[in-house]
């Protein structure tokens, strides 16, 4: 039997969590703690990235949105729990976007946001939550929380208990399915199922050759 561990890129989790905090906050705060440190000018945080979501796809920008500098301005201002959740956002990230980390520092990391997300949650009590969990949109807490979970499942299930954390990703996979929609005539970006075979084929054949060293 082999088990197969599957979760969302990390990329996509950060970037949705920076445009629900600009856009109407997270976890029971606001993005007013945001918008003071933005316009106070000590950070790379600008207003616009606040109030327009500029490039919500950035995985830069949801960076600084949720960086260090950003958290220290915002206990400055005595924003104390909005900074802890900048703080528990950002060393999820750094778990699994940096370098040099020990095993026992990725997991307590990961952790910290784990705990935050499963403490707004009671699973004796009914109803349950149902389109928010405290300002989360269900969909990002269940990903976040399978997310961290599947990272650390892997370490049981690799040899070595050890494993590139940035290899283990689902941007391979979109990128591939990205160059298959290009071949798609008729501009809709979902090819039929009498197509998909010979779709499949020229994609394959087209990334082979990118990746190919010696071509």
Known sequence: MQYEVKCIDATHLLTRTRRKSCKGGLDLVNNEAWKRVAKGGNTLLTPIMIEEVTDPM?????????????????????FNQSADL?????????????????TAERFFNRDLLRSRLLSHVNFGKFPP???????????????????????TQLYFLCHGCSYNVRAFSSLIGETFFSELSLHDKTGCGTVSAEEFGRFIG????????????NR
Request: with cysteine; glycine share 2%.
């Open 58 to 78: 950035s995985a830069s920008m949801a960076a600084t949105h949720f960086s260090e500098a950003v958290e220290i301005e915002m206990r400055k201002c005595d």
């Open 129 to 151: 939550p149902t389109m928010h969990v405290a300002g989360w949109p269900w969909q990002l807490w269940e990903a976040l929380i399978s997310h961290i979970d599947a990272k």
């Open 202 to 213: 020229t994609a394959t054949e087209q990334l082979q050759v990118r990746l190919d060293p």
């Open 86 to 102: 900048c703080r528990d956002i950002r060393l999820w990230w750094e778990s699994e976007d940096s370098s040099g980390q020990t």
